[in-house]
């Protein structure tokens, strides 16, 4: 079976910058998997993430970053937002919703841009994720806007995983949460993700949160340019 | 019986200068005559001329008398002015007309006006039919009613007036009624350029 | 397109407060637009349909505009009388078929009052060549002395029915002193409404108009003169002076001939004017100050739009976190474009709607008052065909502003991806 996520090769380069940014020979995420990626601020990381999301595109040599075996490099720039409508979910470190949209209408809204996410998430299911992530029904039709941080960042996590998305990226959703709230949330996710079926890419700079993941790497080392920067 | 004091010399020179010429008034380019006088729906395309009937002389009679010659002062000159105007008023039509298909370009009098536009207007052969020039004989007046009340016209702009010719005569005083054209397709008159 | 139209309206309504004043310009401009074209039509079709079958019309030498102005609008006032001789001369002109003096200069409570003969019942008309009808009651006959018809519009503003008695006043009858108080008038009939200046007249027959000035001079009572109402009928009644004079002629094409013989009147300074040629010149004057005003409008409308542009480019650099959730859950650089041009477009249609319904209402509270004053009648009620050109000029341009902020916001959220800069 293909791996969920396949990196081959990858060469990018900062625009301005002299030496190339990131450089990785391989990495592979299987379909369910969970990986944790360790790596410091200004280690790449926010790169990779878009580049594993379809939002860059590698722009040395001809390395590739294929999702569900569909390289992002052989696609246009339309068919490279719908397949990741299709099939990826995304939680930022913190603003993760839109302040004018009801929390019910921010989890729904993948599906405003994939047919395939609303039908497979099917009637219900934004509802029955926040009920999984511990959101009272009460809030659902409240204005995003008036959520704490922590329940936020729950919501994100519902949003990203409506309609099941194969693959999950997570860009340090935890470092604006304190310890409690951190460990109920990654409690939550990593079950809900569980139950999904979806791969998880958790980028992060908090080792204390590396014995969850099933996979561990660490960024500086899987990336060569950082190595030789150093 | 009213009476018109006498003109103006200018003016009275100049309607004797018409009426000397009267078929040949033509204040607008009539370039188009030189192109086939059958136009598109079967409209015979005339000049102002050929609504006067051939030998129609008002100024007959009037030739022997030194007509240029008389002093305003002079009451034969009022007289001759008098003459003019009926003779001009009754001037006959063409029977030969009554019944024909014609299109004929002249200036637009409203008459009428209703809310969906102009229903009838005067067609006359030149400019400001008004005060400073005589106003025409009756057979270079022609009433048209438009098959459709028209908008966007104003006083004195150019038109072509296609339709079918009546010559109507009526018992009033002011002998024959003239030209009537009937239900007529109006478009605007564009010079050729010249 | 379509999740984003949602989407837009409710980003819209989140910032409706600081959007709240583009809103309003908006809705100035398209108040304004709507409103000039709308009163400019229904003056043009009140005005031609004022007088219908009426030849010429006769009167001292002034301006062909003025004398159609107060002869059929009763706007204005005239400067000089012409003689009643010369209208009679003029009733017997080969080419007239009939003549219908009037005679203006008194008022009743407001209304203008015309002295006329019995024939401008028959040969008056308006609109598509309708003629005058009586709702209750019958003309004045001959002499039909101190007897009164009333406009539809006099007796519905003023509540008269038949029997009513009515004083007329000299002048504008501000001061009561001009009151031809010892001379009474009965209402005997009341016409049906025309939606023509005619609704707001007062008519009174010659003979009682010069009955009623009998002893005044120079347009001032004399104490010394005074004739009681019972002993008017002693006097000589003919009118020696009156306003204008329409006429009908038996032959339309003979109007010019007619008109030139009036111009060169011997007897006194004539002028003779075609209707439809003077409202001609009339709209000729009239359209430079529309077209000012239209212009004026339009340039509203351009700064509003402009103002919308800049507001929501202002509020863009706020928003690039919004741009990049967007791009996350899967909206391309193109839905953005989409998205701000069409909060532009709901910005717009608030702005249109409130217009056009605050348009709607001035001009229903505006009608009676012109109607009564001017004898214009506005239609509050269906829009013209213009009108709803205006509103697909004024939405499509506040779309096609809005493609600015959306360009925008294009290229952010393709330099900015899930990573923006703020």
Redesign the interface.
């Known amino acids: 079976m293909t791996a969920a996520v396949q990196v081959r090769a990858l060469r990018h380069t900062w625009p301005g910058a002299s030496t190339p940014t990131l450089i990785i020979d391989a990495l592979d995420v299987d379909a369910g998997q969970t990986l944790f990626l360790r790596g410091p601020s200004g280690s790449g990381k ?1 790169t990779l ?2 580049l594993l ?1 379809g ?2 595109v590698a722009d040395g040599g001809d390395g590739e970053v294929r999702l569900l075996d569909a390289s992002w490099r052989a696609m246009s ?2 068919q490279r ?2 397949h ?3 099939h ?1 979910g ?1 939680i ?1 470190q913190q ?7 009801s929390v019910i209408d921010n989890v729904r ?2 599906c ?3 047919a395939r996410r609303r039908q497979r998430a099917g009637s219900g299911a934004a509802e029955r994720l926040l009920e999984r992530m511990g959101m009272d029904a009460s809030l659902w039709h409240r204005a995003a806007g008036v959520l704490s941080v922590g329940q936020q960042q729950r919501v994100a996590a519902a ?1 990203a995983l409506i309609g099941a998305p194969e693959v999950v990226l997570a ?1 340090e959703p935890t470092s604006a949460l304190d310890e409690d709230l951190r460990d109920a949330f990654m409690t939550l996710l990593l079950e809900r993700c569980a139950e999904a079926g979806s791969a998880l890419v958790f980028v992060s700079h908090d080792a204390r949160l590396a014995p969850r993941f099933s996979r561990r790497v660490d960024l500086t080392t899987l990336n060569a340019a950082a190595t030789v920067a150093a | 019986m009213f009476r018109s004091p006498p003109l103006k010399p200018s003016t009275r020179r100049a309607a004797l200068r018409a009426l000397g010429a009267c078929a040949l008034v033509a204040g607008m380019p009539m370039a188009a005559r030189a192109q086939a006088a059958a136009r598109p729906g079967g409209y015979t395309e005339l000049r102002w001329d050929d609504l006067v009937p051939k030998g129609w002389d008002p100024t007959k009679g009037m030739r022997d008398r030194n007509v240029a010659g008389l002093p305003d002062s002079d009451p034969r000159a009022g007289d001759l002015m008098r003459e003019l105007r009926e003779a001009w008023d009754n001037a006959p039509t063409l029977p030969a007309l009554d019944g024909a298909a014609i299109k004929l370009p002249g200036y637009l009098v409203p008459l009428d006006e209703s809310a969906a536009g102009i229903t009838e207007f005067l067609l006359v052969p030149y400019f400001g039919a008004c005060i400073h020039t005589p106003p025409p004989p009756a057979n270079q007046i022609v009433l048209v009613r438009p098959a459709r009340p028209l908008t966007g016209y104003r006083t004195m702009d150019t038109v072509w007036a296609s339709g079918r010719l009546r010559t109507s005569r009526s018992q009033s005083q002011m002998g024959t009624s003239g030209y009537t054209l009937e239900a007529a397709l109006i478009d605007r008159y564009v010079a050729a350029p010249r | 397109m379509t999740p984003l139209l949602g989407l837009a309206a409710r980003s819209a309504w989140n910032r409706r407060f600081v959007l709240a004043l583009v809103v309003a310009s908006i809705a100035l401009s398209t108040f304004l637009l709507l409103g000039i074209e709308r009163i400019r039509q229904d003056v043009r079709a009140s005005f031609s349909q004022a007088v219908s079958g009426t030849d010429l019309i006769v009167g001292a030498r002034t301006g062909s505009v003025q004398l159609l102005l107060y002869s059929v609008f009763r706007i204005g006032q005239a400067t000089q009388n012409m003689r009643y001789a010369s209208a009679q001369a003029l009733a017997g002109h080969r080419a007239v078929a009939w003549m219908v003096p009037l005679s203006l200069g008194d008022s009743h409570r407001g209304f203008p009052v015309l002295g006329t003969s019995a024939a401008y019942f028959a040969h008056f008309r308006h609109g598509n060549r309708q003629s005058l009808s009586l709702s209750q009651g019958r003309a004045f006959g001959a002499p039909g002395l101190f007897e009164v018809v009333l406009g539809a519009e006099v007796a519905r503003r003023l509540g008269y029915a038949l029997g009513q008695p009515v004083v007329i006043s000299h002048g504008d009858g501000a001061l009561t002193a001009n009151d031809h108080a010892d001379k009474p008038f009965t209402v005997v009939g009341v016409l049906a409404p025309t939606g023509t200046p005619v609704d707001r007249t007062v008519h009174i027959s010659l003979e009682s108009m010069e009955a009623i000035h009998l002893d005044w001079v120079a347009g001032v009572p004399l104490p010394g003169l005074k004739v009681p109402a019972d002993q008017v009928t002693q006097h000589d009644l003919a009118p020696r002076q009156i306003t204008a004079v329409m006429l009908g002629l038996k032959s339309r094409a003979a109007v010019f001939s007619v008109q030139r013989d009036i111009q060169s009147w011997r007897d006194e300074p004539l002028m003779a004017i075609l209707p439809g040629v003077a409202l001609d010149e009339l709209w000729d004057v009239v359209g430079l100050g529309e077209r000012a005003l239209l212009a004026i409008s339009a340039l509203v409308a351009v700064v509003s739009a402009a103002g919308l542009v800049a507001v929501v480019l202002a509020g863009l650099d706020a928003r690039r976190r919004e741009l990049a959730i967007l791009r996350a859950v899967g909206a391309s650089p193109r839905h953005m474009l989409a998205l701000l041009a069409l909060e532009g477009g709901w910005v717009t249609l608030a702005g249109v709607g409130t217009g056009a319904v605050l348009h709607t209402v001035a001009l229903a509270l505006l009608a009676p008052w012109a109607q009564q004053h001017f004898g214009l009648v506005l239609n509050a009620g269906a829009a013209l065909a213009t009108q709803w050109g205006l509103i697909g000029a004024l939405l499509a341009g506040g779309f096609l502003a809005s493609l600015v902020p959306g360009w925008r916001a294009y290229r952010l959220s393709l330099a900015d991806g899930l990573s923006p800069r703020t």
Request: glycine share 0%.
């Open positions: 926010s993430l878009a999301a939002v860059l720039a339309a937002d719908r990741r409508a299709d990826l995304y930022f603003f993760n919703l839109l302040p004018y949209l809204l993948p405003r841009f994939s949003r860009d």
